[in-house]
């Protein structure tokens, strides 16, 4: 098991549709916001501040699955517990769940890759660095 | 196999975050707005037309799944291929998959349910309305 | 002089675009949430609480003007101070100041006008009502 | 007078609020957007490809203004005339008039100026650059 973190989210009323529920991209927006916070809660240094390997870019998403169990509206208080599932090799499941009070509001599991930029401006997945690693564990 | 709707996006410098490339919440807002541009080519009315079953409000995600396979960035012009790739009896499958040219940048599955809002205000998915069905078929 | 608040707003790796400042729009989308919670930490019940006038729906935009400062990116922690500057007949100017530390990042006035939809959907401006002037000041 | 450039904009419903109208931000976002497609299409390079002056990094936004007519909704298709009011020495006015059909939907004049990035990484105008300017005139 690795650290787990927590980020609050309120919601807006300009995130909800015209339905009245939060727009769902949102949940990824904020989710994608919980896996910055995660590494930095964990004193990882910002991307742009790791130079080995280099041409160190950060963890681009490879797939992200999200299950919406009940919907959230305006002005509610959400919190994004985040946690990395597993590291494998070249990448990283990390997971993020939504909740409200006791309610699962939704589940996300992204697979990142930590990747460099090539001479060329090619995207390249690396193994997960040992010292983000350890930060987090 | 049901009909396939193509819509097209150009991206802004204003989706790209600091990588360059695009921020990836925008991909599922591309696919939110391809999944309503599919029933309209379809022509479905519009949700807040439908008066059967009553109280309908459209057809909220219940799970998506996205698996990236190429960064896109700005002044791409991307196209969005969506059709529906299984129907349940209470939800369905619309698939989506993102070129650029040749190239499939990623590919989601979104898992909708039709759904109505009882008295309550409470959201409750119903069978896929058959009016909805042959449409798309 | 009215009440003042101050929203607090932690910017994002996604608010940032190529240039690695935030997104403009992403201040007017701040803005307007600095603008929903002036008026619920005021005690102003949310717009589809208040039934006089009838078909209230909130306080929708007339005009918005932005002076930028100094440029924002991730992760800055931003606050959001905002007050009414001026209550006019049937539109008020609200002021949201945004700040890092003792650094002015923008300056925001927008110019609002409490609305009814009327039977045919039309928007249509109304005085400001007294109660909200009072609980605002 | 300078060239005009038209942008289309479909309007989605996730560009909608709970008020069913579009959320105001979304206005801002379609002009920047203008604002980089009116360069591309009077043959400006990208802002990247830009040599001289040293560390161009384009035109960040430093007033914007925008006055609000009537509210747009989807599936609503829009357009944005977009022309440059007025040169200066080192800021210039560019105009984004939003209609829907013979609609005016809102106008918006973006004070914008070009700048480069110095060694310490800030921003700093630069006058407005002689290539440029002869292309959109």
Redesign the interface.
């Known amino acids: 098991m690795t650290k787990t973190t927590v980020l609050t989210v309120?919601v807006?009323?300009?995130d909800?549709?015209?339905?009245?529920?939060v727009?769902?991209?949102?949940f990824?927006?904020w989710m994608?916001?919980a896996s910055?916070h995660y590494f930095?809660e964990c004193g990882v240094p910002?991307w742009s501040q790791i130079d080995e390997p280099a041409g160190f870019?950060?963890a681009?998403?490879?797939?992200?699955?999200?299950?919406?169990f009940k919907?959230a509206t305006?002005?509610d208080v959400l919190q994004v517990h985040t946690d990395v599932e597993i590291w494998r090799a070249k990448v990283f499941i990390q997971r993020h769940r939504v909740v409200r009070g006791a309610t699962l509001v939704c589940e996300g599991h992204e697979t990142r890759a930590f990747c460099t930029r090539d001479a060329k401006g090619h995207?390249k997945a690396v193994p997960v660095p040992e010292m983000i690693r350890a930060l987090c564990n």
Chains 1, 2, 3, 4 share one sequence.
């Open positions: 309120q807006q009323f300009g909800c549709d015209p339905a009245g529920i727009f769902f991209p949102n990824a927006r994608d916001a910055h930095r910002s870019v950060g681009p998403l490879v797939e992200t699955r999200i299950h919406f919907p305006y002005p995207l």
